[in-house]
């Protein structure tokens, strides 16, 4: 899960981006309105948090550009002590949701990541993909019901897959999510993670959730769900046959 983080007041004794990056996030942090808007527009974010204060509601006029923007990820603003008018206000100006004393970092990643999931057409508390299962609140992944183990950045590539089910991403991609544009070593370095995450499904009898698409990139599929949409569609007339008027 790949998260932009806005907060205009920097607070060193703040460690709920520490605490997001503890539970395998990914978080991209600004305090520019204007560079979060940048952000935006080359890296797909699962979420973008934007943390309030009611005395600054001035950056609440980043929801209204993101949404002039289309950005898709959902936003989510994050405050304590705030007024029912000032909810009100957050709501409408097209805050998808808004967490207000939460009594922990926990319960605000849990919501973060519910509405996520949900905003990616996902239901369910896990995402299911054939035999794979992934567990967003461990933070674990299961094949054929038995745990996975992988390392920290396999499972982001594995997550992110998961939530863009049935979209190529390309190597740059998945490095700008795992990397934001810091540090990125060689691309071919996602090519090792895909086969070391392969090679540990294969152990348990999974061999088809990520597909290659050559030259393009990686996705996750599911494979069987693709298999019963193609037996539901009608079969099509055999032009050979002749048609019976009645």
Known sequence: ??????????????????????????????????EALDLVKFYDYDAILLRLSETRLGDLELVRKLRLARVRAPVI?????????????????????????????????????????????????????????????????YANGKPVTLTKKEYQIAEILALRKGVVLSKEAILDHLYGGLDEPNPKIIDVFICKIRKKLQALGVDDFIETNWGRGYMAIDHRQSASVQENLPTPPNPMQPRVVA
Do not use: C, W, Y
């Not at 978080?27 to 309105?33: G, L, Q």
């Not at 008018?85 to 922990?104: E, K, P, Y």
């Open 1 to 34: 899960m790949k998260i932009l983080s806005f907060e205009t007041i920097s607070n060193k004794k703040d460690l709920f981006t520490a605490f997001l990056r503890s539970r395998m996030a990914i978080v991209d942090e600004t305090s520019d309105p204007e």
């Open 77 to 141: 603003a994050v405050a304590r002590g705030m007024s029912e008018a000032v909810r009100l206000r957050v709501l409408q100006t097209g805050a998808d949701d808004l967490i207000v004393d939460a009594l922990s970092h926990e319960e605000v990643f849990i919501k973060v990541q519910n509405l996520v999931r949900r905003s990616r057409g996902l239901q369910e508390n896990a995402l299911r993909i054939g035999q794979v299962e992934i567990n967003m609140n461990a933070k674990k992944i």
